[in-house]
């Protein structure tokens, strides 16, 4: 079982910059890969970014250059750092780990305001 928790968001105006960070505990030796995805009201959840635990990377088109993913090892955290925000970037984030299966975070809302 593997726990996450989620932190920051926020609402912010356009050009703005937010992190969102995610800890992870429980069994995190398991842990293969960790995810951002966001789901904004009425649409379908969205791939954002990921991060292997080798430190690969991988980013949907419309994030990439602006959002950034990093992870911590030795504390278990994986952080988005994200710059230059659009009022289509608003959504509720999601921090994931999949370790066989996937687990999730409670999500935190992004509100960009144009």
């Known amino acids: 079982q593997v726990q996450l928790v989620q932190s920051g968001g926020g609402s912010v105006q356009a050009g703005g910059s937010l992190r969102l960070s995610c800890a992870a505990s429980?069994?995190?030796?398991?842990?293969?890969?960790m995810k951002w995805v966001r789901q904004s009201p009425g649409k379908a959840r969205e791939f954002v970014s990921l991060?292997?635990?080798?430190?690969?990377?991988e980013y949907a088109d419309s994030v990439k250059g602006r959002f950034t993913i990093s992870q911590d090892i030795t504390t278990n955290t994986v952080d988005l750092q994200i710059h230059s925000l659009e009022p289509e970037d608003t959504a509720m984030y999601f921090c994931?780990?999949?370790?066989?299966?996937?687990?999730w975070g409670q999500g935190t809302r992004v509100t960009v305001s144009s």
């Open positions: 991060i292997y635990r080798d430190g690969r990377t």
């Open positions: 429980g069994s995190t030796s398991s842990i293969q890969l």
């Open positions: 994931g780990a999949f370790a066989g299966v996937d687990y």
